[in-house]
């Protein structure tokens, strides 16, 4: 049985069998792991970041990310654990002296090798080009070779000399079972910081509690004994109110010494031994005096009416 023009299909055109797995090219996927940003898929530039499962980010499209986190991104699902600024690193790297880029190749007729890189492991001398593991520190951001570490083991960091423990260190690029981990521990550690933050509050409000309440209660101390100064302030202003007492208490005996006494009786003049001239100058003489019948029958403000 033949087609149009006598030509003969085989097996393989008629039976469509199971599709085959497409592989991924490893020097391709190299490539954009260690020269390219895992969120914007530029190339990587300074100020080079990386969070806490060993990703590599431009700072700069980190930072748009965290300001505009609108559910259209499609490239956001690799910066989801990023919460905030805090949660990457900015990394210390070495570059690679033997590294020229795209000084050379300015006509593009120039081979480029995939094998060289631009950062190299400052202790062994080993290219940043995914051939061989990475990691960085958390606590300085220095990268390393893991084969330096290995090999010259310390709890310093080699470049800048910061204490760093097991947990800080982080692997770079690594495999699924390596970002497992990492996830592990970085929930650990987020879980850890929440509990802080919840302790730290009710420790906070018992200070303030208890420094609102010595204010407003001072102890036994601060009403015994107070400073020097204010007591004798104190001392000098009972001085002078006693003082000012006593002046006024002898003023008033003073002045009250010309009166007679309270249980003496006053003196009238009508008993007095005085004329009866003077006398009558008086309204309490009985010249003074009128009777009903010469009184008036309203009531006057003169001082003979009585």
């Excluded at 490893?26 to 806490?52: F, G, H, M, T």
């Excluded at 905030?84 to 070495?94: A, M, P």
């Excluded at 593009?108 to 631009?118: I, S, Y």
């Excluded at 009786?265 to 001239?277: G, L, N, P, Y």
Aim: glycine share 8%.
């Amino acid at each position: 049985m033949g087609c149009d023009g006598g030509t003969i299909p085989k097996r393989h055109e008629l039976v469509k069998g199971p599709k085959k797995v497409e592989k991924v090219d490893k020097d391709a996927e190299l490539v954009a792991q260690w020269n390219y940003c895992a969120l914007s898929q530029e190339i990587l530039r300074r100020p080079i970041v990386a969070c806490e499962l060993g990703r590599l980010y431009n700072k700069d499209a980190v930072i748009e990310f965290l300001l505009d986190k609108s559910s259209e991104k499609a490239l956001g699902k690799a910066a989801s654990h990023i919460k905030s600024i805090k949660n990457v690193t900015e990394l210390r790297l070495s570059d690679n002296p033997a590294w020229e880029g795209d000084k050379g190749n300015t006509k593009g007729d120039k081979h480029d090798d995939l094998q060289r890189a631009r950062f190299i492991c400052p202790v062994v001398g080993l290219e940043m080009n995914g051939r061989h593991r990475f990691c960085f520190l958390r606590c300085c951001g220095c990268v390393f070779s893991e084969r330096a570490l290995k090999e010259i083991k310390a709890e310093v960091c080699h470049t800048c000399g910061a204490a760093f423990q097991e947990d800080d260190v982080i692997v770079l690029n690594g495999t699924k079972e390596d970002v497992e981990v990492l996830k592990g521990r970085m929930e650990e550690r987020r879980l850890r910081a929440k509990l802080g933050k919840k302790a730290k509050k009710p420790k906070a409000a018992e200070s303030v509690s208890k420094s609102d309440v010595s204010e407003e209660t001072p102890g036994p101390s601060k009403i015994k004994t107070g400073k020097p100064e204010e007591t004798s302030l104190d001392s000098r202003e009972k001085k002078t109110n006693s003082a000012l007492k006593s002046a006024a208490a002898n003023g008033s005996s003073s002045g009250k010494a010309g009166k007679p006494p309270c249980g003496a009786t006053k003196r009238s003049i009508a008993d007095s031994e005085e004329s009866e001239a003077y006398k009558s100058l008086f309204t309490t003489h009985s010249s003074a005096k009128r009777s009903k019948e010469e009184s008036a029958h309203w009531v006057t403000h003169t001082s003979y009416c009585f």
